[in-house]
């Protein structure tokens, strides 16, 4: 294995890892290295949940949640600053993360990006410093990801200039709300605004919840979800509301107001395009989550290969010398892959902090910004979140008995990511969204899709939308464009012929969904939905090939901006690893549609067998490059202890052997015929 190893500097490598936002990465994980943020797995479960508090606490102290505030408010305007120090406290734990964002992020960001100034100076300071604590109260019982069909009401009522706020029926109650079971003291209600007998959809109000003491205000209902399948730090819980009572300037008016005669005014004419507007600029959770997950995946991986590279099993060499687990071929086809895809994730990443820096510091808001932005954070969320369970197990499975004990991370840290996957949209929902938005770069009707409310229940509801911009290669090619001289490539690990498979393949599935969704827009209502319907395995499989092309794009960019030959030679690795793999995911696609011959099919498994072999030689250097440490990892396997046991037992047998009374194994006697032969 060592043959393939290069002359590699860890350091130089986490510096293109962290990217533009190190130090905010530096500070996370600063924080994640104070004992105060940790959980013990046998804690109970309000001891757990105060821990979490604490911490958040100390993550307000670091003033990063600050960093997203204008210059007036004691701020840097740094969106990404934020995001990236908070994904980065996932090593201390996931609960933190998410109970931070929903606190900084949804609560804060809710009244940050929907409020006014005198509601910034009232509450939003406060929040971002951890003493005003609150919910993000959107997700209800009967409608999750369909957030335009919320039943929570907020009726104005002129004689006394305030809102009244109802849960109409108990599909309606808030459900899953981070900080409700237990520390919220306000929270951001999101319901239909209904004034002069006129609903003009979903707005954000800001509505106490509990007293100073901790009791329920009047007409607040509070329930605690109690013991979930992992996040034991996060206390989510349940809201209703009987005719509760907030005056008319608790309404978050940065998109519709309302005067004190219940006249309705907002700078949007359309009501649809409102909506997307408002849901636009909360985009920060669908970013968090994806490099949260990203950070949970190279935190898996830095505990299953330090352990990898010390547990041995087996002899194969000679009697006596046992394999070490990272030498077997095997092993190195489960973890490589995974290390090479956490790898395009994390650059992905960096790329889509770009974009959310750029939209929200104003550098450049543009509408097509905006909705490159929106429809990158949803396909990286749904793509990374389900990555980082699958690297995650395959590392629990790839450390044996030992990744099952709740010491060593894995199984605890899995538990925790499960949710992310519904998280802010499940990842399914996400990518019909993803899909219909690609649909729309490829030609301007689709931009317009809502066939029978369909686009509704994708997470779409408006038909004003303009021209969508994806970024997706080359859009609207006929098929036959596609066959390209690189297609004729000789070496399977060509970047250019990697690039033609995975951009050939997502041309083809959107052109061929056009094709199959066009006859909608001269059907009825409902036979369009009916056609749409049947359209919906295609689209999200559409989706996760774009961002799957997306991801392999960022490494493929990482890897030519290389300098260091020894660099360049292990992001090219990487970048094969990962565009090999995801053609070998694909292949009865690509054989189906003629784009690879038999021949060179062949040829996909026998080269990522030996990219693994050469990844696993730098495999250290590779997970040195996370920057995390012993404290980040807190996980026995990896602190160095197999090696010791190992080279306790390796000295025993050498002992034991030099003895004249060492026994002597039967196999060796039936060879040999006599003990002392």
């Known amino acids: 294995m060592n043959d393939f190893a290069l002359d590699l500097d860890p350091t130089a490598i986490q510096t293109i890892l962290d990217g533009d936002w190190a130090d905010a990465r530096h500070l ?30 100390l993550m307000a102290a670091t003033e990063l949640p600050m960093a997203a505030l204008p210059a007036a408010l004691g701020g840097t305007n740094e969106h990404a600053r934020t995001v990236a120090g908070f994904e980065e406290t996932v090593t201390a734990s996931p609960s933190l993360q998410i109970k931070a964002g929903v606190q900084f992020g949804l609560f804060g960001g809710a009244i940050l990006h929907l409020g006014n100034p005198d509601q910034h100076a009232q509450w939003l300071v406060p929040a971002q410093k951890g003493q005003l604590l609150g919910s993000f109260a959107m997700t209800e ?7 335009a069909a919320i039943g929570t009401t907020a009726t104005f009522d002129p004689e006394t200039d305030e809102f009244v706020i109802d849960t109409p029926f108990t599909a309606a109650t808030k459900e899953y709300i981070g900080n409700a079971a237990r520390d919220a003291r306000a929270a951001v209600v999101f319901a ?19 007293t100073e003491a901790g009791e329920p205000m009047p007409g607040v209902s509070i329930s605690d979800d109690g013991f979930k399948g992992g996040l034991r730090g996060v206390d989510n819980g349940r809201f209703a509301f009987d005719a509760v009572r907030v005056p008319r300037t608790n309404l978050l008016d940065r998109y519709g107001a309302v005067d004190e005669t219940g006249a309705y005014t907002s700078p949007i004419d359309s009501p649809g395009r409102r909506f997307f507007t408002m849901l636009g600029t909360l985009v920060q959770g669908r970013v968090s989550l994806d490099g ?59 790329k889509l902090l770009t974009s959310f820096e750029e939209v929200f510091s104003g550098a450049d808001d543009s509408e097509e910004n905006r909705a490159l932005l929106e429809t990158r ?29 709740a010491e060593n991370r894995l199984v605890g840290l899995r538990a925790d990511m499960d949710v992310y996957v519904t998280f802010e949209g499940d990842n399914t929902v996400l990518l019909q969204l993803v899909a219909k938005r690609i649909l729309g770069d ?10 029978g409310g369909a686009a509704r229940y994708i997470g779409t509801q408006a038909a004003e939308h303009t021209l969508y911009r994806t970024g997706l290669a080359n859009a609207g090619l006929a098929i036959s464009d596609v066959f390209t001289p690189n297609l004729s490539e000789r070496r399977i690990r060509s970047g250019r012929l990697q690039r033609t498979l995975l951009e050939s393949r997502l041309e083809v599935m959107v052109s061929g969904l056009a094709a199959a969704l066009r ?37 493929d960019e990482a890897m030519k901006e290389q300098k260091d030959p020894a660099q360049e030679k292990i992001f090219r690795r990487l970048r094969d690893t990962y565009g090999l793999s995801l053609i070998e995911k694909h292949m009865g696609w690509h054989l189906m549609y003629g784009r690879l011959p038999m021949s060179r099919a062949r040829q996909v498994g026998e080269t990522l067998n030996r990219l693994c072999a050469k990844l696993a ?9 996370f920057g995390y440490g012993d404290d980040h990892r807190r996980a026995t396997i990896a602190t160095g202890i197999e090696a010791e046991r190992q080279a306790e037992a390796a000295a025993y047998y050498r002992r034991a052997r030099a003895q004249r009374d060492y026994p002597v194994p039967e196999k060796q006697l039936r060879k040999t015929g006599s003990r002392t032969a």
């Open 141 to 147: 019982i009967g409608h999750g990801s369909d957030v």
């Open 617 to 625: 030689a730098n495999a250290l250097d590779l997970v040195d490059a």
């Open 377 to 405: 954070a949803a396909a990286f969320k749904a793509d990374s979140t389900w990555m980082a369970l699958d690297v995650i197990q395959e590392c629990r499975e790839a450390c044996g008995g030992a990744g099952f004990m």
């Open 192 to 210: 239909q605004l209904i004034t002069a007998g006129v609903n003009h959809g979903v707005h954000a109000l800001f509505v106490p919840v509990r």
């Open 28 to 57: 996370g994980r600063q924080l994640a290295l104070d004992e105060t943020t940790h959980l013990d797995p046998a804690d109970d479960l309000e001891t757990t949940r105060a821990t979490t508090l604490t911490a958040v606490g």
């Open 442 to 451: 490829y030609a301007k009707e689709f931009a317009h899709i809502d066939v």
């Open 292 to 350: 949260a997950a990203v950070v949970a995946s190279k935190l898996a991986l830095d505990i299953a290969v330090r352990y990898g590279l010390e547990r041995k099993q087996f002899t194969t060499v000679d009697d006596y010398t046992e394999t070490t687990l990272l030498d077997y071929q095997q092993h190195q086809r489960r973890l490589m892959p995974a290390l090479a895809a956490t790898y395009a994730s994390a650059l992905a990443h960096e």
């Open 519 to 555: 006859p909608a827009a001269r059907l009825s209502p409902e036979k369009a939905a009916e056609l749409f319907n049947s359209q919906q395995h295609e689209l999200v499989e559409m989706a996760r090939a774009y961002v799957e092309l997306e991801k392999w794009k960022a490494i």
